[in-house]
């Protein structure tokens, strides 16, 4: 690795990929694609009045479209309790057999027994491409290394349909925790099998997710794992998420990243910065 002659303090604020006002206690996710975005299938998005409390909007015209996807009807868990490749809640709110709980905190439950999106309404009721009423669990894995250039790299994965790029992750499996589905996820996605004993959890909430409604929607474990310096590990893309391979860590890239993943990747290099006493330019390079 090119040993860089850069100096940490000779970085000027502006040049910082991560900004210094940028903290994980101020950065809080809103829904911001999951009321602007929609995947195919979906309706469209009813508008409302920004900050108005859910028991108000009705009355103020809030007319947002119900629709669930029929593969998630086709994957009804009721219809055989022991299928693992069954996964959604039941239609019929009243027989989920399971609490609504959040990394958010207490949520709100409708008239009808319907959990209501903590981050507020998606312009959508129903539950989507998602199978679980509430929280739908995800997790996802950044891992990072330095190549020989002395830039900061991620594996990346691409979102089937829209392309965009995207940390591997994915949904928990039944009884599964979110350090064993993130190792799993990054093996079957990138074919990389790493050990996760030493990630770190970055972040655990709310993801601006474009499919998630009103009552339906998705919370993730983010994990970081950073690989030895210009780790050779290779990365072979598994045709579902289409190519996965090491990308620089830039302003380009996070501007681009799927849902959230800028703010969990801005959070894992943040505390990466913090821990190495090194910084992240624009340009991805180690100073
Ligand atoms: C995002 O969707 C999560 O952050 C995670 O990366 C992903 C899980 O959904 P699938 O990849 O299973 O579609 O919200």
């Not at 100096?7 to 950065?27: A, C, E, G, P, V």
């Not at 996964?87 to 409708?110: C, M, Q, R, T, Y």
């Not at 919370?219 to 990308?247: I, P, V």
Request: proline letters at 5%; a neutral charge.
């Amino acid at each position: 690795m090119v040993e860089s002659s850069r100096n940490t303090n000779t970085i000027i604020s502006s040049d910082r990929l991560i900004s210094l006002s940028f903290d994980s206690k101020s950065h809080i996710v809103r829904n911001i694609k999951s009321t602007s975005e929609r995947p195919n299938g979906y309706p469209r998005r009813a508008k409302f009045y920004e900050g108005m409390p859910w028991r108000s909007l009705k009355e103020n015209g809030y007319k947002p479209a119900e629709y669930t996807d029929p593969k998630v009807f086709k994957k009804d868990k009721t219809k055989d309790p022991n299928d693992p490749k069954l996964w959604a809640d039941p239609a019929d709110i009243n027989k989920v057999d399971h609490p609504f709980l959040s990394f958010e905190g207490i949520l709100k439950i409708d008239k009808n027994g319907r959990p209501l999106n903590p981050k507020g309404p998606t312009g959508i009721e129903g539950r989507g491409l998602l199978g679980l009423w509430g929280a739908n669990y995800a997790t996802d894995a950044i891992v990072t290394r330095i190549n020989d250039q002395g830039q900061l790299e991620m594996a990346i994965v691409t979102r089937p349909g829209s392309n965009q790029p995207a940390t591997a992750g994915g949904m928990l499996d039944r009884g599964e925790t979110a350090i064993e589905a993130a190792k799993r996820e990054f093996k079957e996605e990138t074919t990389g099998d790493l050990d996760f004993t030493n990630a770190i959890k970055v972040y655990e909430g709310y993801v601006d997710d474009p499919r998630n409604t009103d009552n339906a929607w998705i919370e993730t474990t983010a994990y970081h794992l950073h690989l030895e310096d210009n780790s050779n590990t290779e990365l072979k893309g598994n045709g579902k998420e289409g190519a996965a391979k090491w990308a620089v860590v830039n302003k380009e890239l996070l501007d681009n990243l799927y849902a959230s993943h800028a703010n969990t990747v801005k959070l894992a290099v943040s505390m990466w910065q913090n821990k190495t006493h090194k910084v992240v330019d624009k340009n991805g390079f180690v100073r």
